[in-house]
């Protein structure tokens, strides 16, 4: 297995996974300050970015297996994480399996339940779709604040605040990789996320209270589920925290790793 990733910065490793349809690139925001103090690595997952696919990516249960695999190739058993979103949940099955340090898992998937499932396939799906329709025009969209705002309503609670060229570059990623449709339908049909965690490092799971995409009450069952975990709410964030609230978020992040 040939994971793509960067590294950046000096200190005890802390490894970043991204979040569905994104790359390594999705930590931009945050990468620099968190590696002025750690060794930063960030991945693209299989499927994503520069990191050819295999035939199970397409499911979280595949993506977690490749993870696994590399953890161990890489002699990096027991690294500090960040997840966001679907890599929150990704982190936060290491962190159950022993695999991980210390862990930040940034609203995670796999808590839904009910019509909560539908509702994130049935909102994500055409928007996913509509991404890939707009792709030759999206540069041109997202360089003004009503256009990128339309798109990410969903994903960010200041969207117009967002650098245009960034969420070009997401949007883009997000239209490219070939295994989201099938990723969604997995997540919405299969498992919750099961814990608990089996380290004795912090793990703190962060939920914004504007999320549209993984409700906030959700949040309880994922505590529920890691009952030694810490929630921090981001009050004025949506999906991704590290978009909406980035120095917010390297202040919870360093915390949570002791820097």
Request: glycine share 10%; net charge neutral; hydrophobic share 45%.
């Amino acid at each position: 297995m040939t994971i793509h990733y960067t590294r950046t910065g000096r200190g005890k490793p802390l490894l970043l996974v991204h979040g569905l349809g994104a790359t390594c690139g999705s930590w931009d925001t945050i990468s620099p300050a968190l590696s002025q103090v750690r060794e930063v690595i960030a991945i693209d997952l299989p499927g994503h970015g520069q990191t050819p696919d295999e035939a199970d990516s397409g499911t979280f249960d595949g993506l977690a297996r490749s993870l696994d695999n590399w953890l161990g190739a890489e002699n990096l058993t027991g690294i500090d994480m960040v997840g966001s979103s679907l890599g929150a949940r990704l982190v936060l099955e290491m962190a159950r399996r022993g695999q991980a340090g210390a862990v930040v898992a940034l609203d995670p998937g796999g808590f839904w339940q009910g019509w909560e499932r539908t509702f994130f396939k049935a909102t994500l799906m055409p928007s996913v779709a509509l991404v890939r329709a707009l792709r030759p025009t999206l540069s041109a969209i997202t360089g003004n604040v009503a256009g990128r705002t339309a798109l990410l309503a969903q994903l960010s609670a200041r969207p117009w605040a967002l650098d245009g060229a960034f969420v070009a570059r997401e949007l883009k990623s997000l239209a490219d990789t070939r295994t989201v449709n099938s990723l969604v339908k997995d997540l919405a049909n299969g498992a919750m996320q099961e814990g608990p965690a089996k380290t004795a490092a912090p793990v703190v799971i962060g939920w914004g209270r504007k999320d549209r995409l993984c409700l906030p009450q959700q949040a309880d069952r994922a505590i529920k589920a890691f009952p030694g975990a810490t929630l921090h709410w981001f009050e004025r964030s949506g999906h991704f925290p590290m978009w909406d609230r980035p120095e917010e978020t390297v202040r919870v992040i360093l915390d949570a790793m002791s820097i």
